[in-house]
């Protein structure tokens, strides 16, 4: 069985150790571990600025760096979820403290002092692990300074209803690859949504078709929080009728009618509904 080069880290010259004997590479590696130190960065198929945005890793998350490159690039598969590509290697950095929380609201700040009115050091998007402790009840001590309390929440307390997380997000712009309130896609959102809900979940809408759940009759009852399933595409139902997705038609994060949606994408491209999952 062919191994997918999304979750597998192999090339002509170069794969991972744990590959020996599945796939043929002039040379095999153990990968190094570092984890991301920016508050997010790009995950690109080749080691260019102008190649295409795969996926984004966010502070905090775990990588293996399988080869870094003159020019400043890291080849590296991110442990959450496997997925291999090229990072900037400036983003990443030893591995620090274990994390104790993670952001769940869509962006937030963190100050060098515990003051809504300094300027902020940085922010940390949604989704971001951080090792924190309480400084005072509104502010947590993070890596690099101050994040406001009630942003972060411990991850032994992972939000109850994904749905609710996605629906934080309306509004933002649909971004190809994207995994941040920046800018995001229709598997990024299920994921992201998912992941501050305390479910680990593929990156690509097909691994999610195959993998999330158990499947429902097309023309069955729907309820909040089932998934919808185009080729190519992927939302959340909040109710029984309504759609949540990021989606190309509005380029942005939006909720419509899933008649509508369905209706709109069989007259545009001919795509059907391919499957309906209950995670």
Not at 17 to 23: D, K, N
Not at 148 to 172: F, K, Q
Request: hydrophobic fraction near 40%.
């Amino acid at each position: 069985m062919s191994l997918d080069p999304r979750r597998h880290a192999f090339r002509p010259d170069l794969a991972d150790a744990g590959l020996t004997g599945q796939v043929e590479a002039t040379r095999f590696v153990t990968p190094i571990g570092r984890q991301v130190a920016a508050p997010a960065c790009a995950l690109r198929r080749h080691p260019r600025a102008d190649a295409p945005l795969d996926t984004e890793a966010v502070h905090g998350d775990r990588v293996r760096v399988f080869d870094t490159t003159e020019d400043g690039w890291s080849w590296v598969q991110l442990e959450a979820d496997a997925y291999v590509g090229y990072v900037r290697s400036e983003a990443l950095r030893d591995p620090g403290p274990a994390p104790t929380h993670r952001v769940v609201v869509p962006r937030t700040f963190v100050y060098p002092s515990p003051d809504v009115k300094a300027p902020p050091a940085s922010w940390l998007p949604m989704g971001a692990e951080v090792a924190a402790a309480l400084h005072d009840p509104r502010f947590m001590r993070v890596d690099g300074g101050f994040a406001i309390a009630r942003h972060l929440a411990p991850l032994s307390l992972p939000a109850p209803d994904y749905v609710a997380v996605a629906e934080m997000l309306t509004g933002v712009p649909y971004l190809w690859g994207g995994r941040t309130a920046g800018g995001i896609d229709c598997s990024g959102l299920v994921q992201l949504a998912m992941r501050v809900a305390g479910r680990a979940v593929p990156r690509d809408s097909d691994m999610q078709e195959r993998e999330l759940g158990t499947p429902l009759a097309t023309n069955g009852e729907l309820r909040r929080g089932d998934l919808v399933f185009w080729k190519g595409h992927v939302g959340m139902m909040r109710d029984g009728t309504t759609l949540l997705h990021a989606n190309g038609f509005h380029m942005l994060v939006a909720s419509e009618p899933l008649a509508e949606a369905a209706a709109r994408t069989e007259a545009s491209s001919g795509s059907l509904i391919t499957s309906i999952r209950r995670p």
